[in-house]
């Protein structure tokens, strides 16, 4: 069964740099997306591709079956789920990871 | 620009019963995808339409079906509702048809199934 696996949880100070790994099994997808969930709120795109990128404070990088995002200076308000999804090439859908809940310490 | 919305925010059923859920797509986006997001999970894509068709669906029976209507706007059924049902619904509108995988999601749909 073709999956996306990334950490449960994350623990990190205030300025820190947080990385969030994430790898995948699934054989025919490419891009990464990494989405920010605030509970009730939409789930919301940080940043995506095939290549590494930057948006923001946020930075992912790219190899064919992993991707990081790093958030740089890390707030308390950053504090949330982040989800890594891959694009399933001819399939119509992105595949989920579970979530990484990120706490942050003042 | 308005995004995604999603309608209503929570909702319980009786096991056994139907339930709708509505999706308003953001602005100018064409395409409509369906996640359902258990407790602790990630979203599992249920399915997606285009141009008022079903586009791709993922491993879900066919008790789950949906619409997709001129105005892009979109409904998910849900029919002889389980316990396991329960959970959070996902609309995602994307632009450009379904060449475009950058979706933008709505804020979902609480469903509890007692």
């Known amino acids: 069964k073709d999956q996306v696996f990334q950490p449960s949880t994350v623990a990190s100070s205030e300025g820190a740099v947080v990385e969030i790994f994430c790898n995948h099994s699934v054989s025919n997808a490419y891009n990464f997306f990494w989405y920010l969930h605030f509970p009730g709120c939409a789930p919301r795109l940080l940043v995506k591709g095939s290549k590494p990128s930057q948006q923001g404070r946020y930075n992912m990088t790219y190899e064919r079956f992993s991707s990081s995002l790093l958030i740089l200076q890390v707030r308390e308000a950053d504090a949330a789920v982040y989800y890594c999804a891959v694009e399933v090439c001819n399939d119509y859908k992105l595949s989920f990871g579970a979530g990484t809940t990120v706490t942050v310490r003042a | 620009e308005t995004g995604v919305t999603q309608s209503p925010t929570h909702l319980i059923k009786t096991r056994g019963q139907q339930v709708t859920l509505r999706c308003s797509s953001q602005s100018g986006h064409n395409t409509v995808s369906w996640y359902q997001q258990a407790l602790g999970q990630g979203p599992q894509f249920i399915f997606q339409?285009?141009?008022?068709?079903?586009?791709g669906r993922g491993n879900f029976p066919p008790r789950f079906s949906g619409l997709q209507f001129p105005n892009y706007s979109s409904e998910l059924n849900v029919n002889a509702l389980e316990l396991d049902d329960s959970a959070l619904y996902l609309c995602a509108s994307s632009p450009l048809g379904a060449a475009s995988w950058e979706q933008y999601f709505g804020p979902g749909t609480r469903l509890t199934v007692t």
């Open positions: 339409y285009y141009r008022e068709e079903e586009n």
